[in-house]
């Protein structure tokens, strides 16, 4: 079984960075892809960022140029580090983490969520 465990999240002015983590603790499995969605409140869940295991990254457009995603494979860690935040960045982020198992299970586990809240 995989667990998430995300920090990193708080209240930033408008113009501010911030930098979430989260670390996938467990055995038995192998990760692929990591990565964050993030939720606004009354809107639906949407991809922010993702990372495959080989480092090929994947951002939303509206987030380009500002966040960058990594992830320290030795330490099933992933980083989203932000700036020039903007209060439409304000939300819920979710970590998750693309997991094998075995050759036939394939899973995708979540983090908790963390908030972002961006003032103007």
């Known amino acids: 079984q995989v667990q998430l465990v995300e920090s990193g999240g708080g209240l930033v002015q408008a113009g501010g960075s911030l930098r979430l983590s989260c670390a996938a603790s467990?055995?038995?499995?192998?990760?692929?892809?990591m990565g964050w969605y993030r939720q606004a409140p009354g809107k639906q869940r949407d991809l922010a960022a993702l990372i495959t295991s080989g480092g090929t990254t994947t951002y939303a457009d509206s987030v380009k140029g500002r966040f960058t995603i990594s992830r320290d494979n030795a330490k099933n860690t992933v980083y989203l580090q932000m700036i020039s935040l903007k209060p439409d960045d304000t939300g819920v982020y979710y970590c998750f983490a693309d997991v094998s198992i075995t050759v036939y299970s394939h899973v995708r586990s979540w983090g908790q969520g963390t908030q972002v809240t961006v003032s103007s």
């Open positions: 467990g055995s038995g499995f192998s990760i692929n892809a």
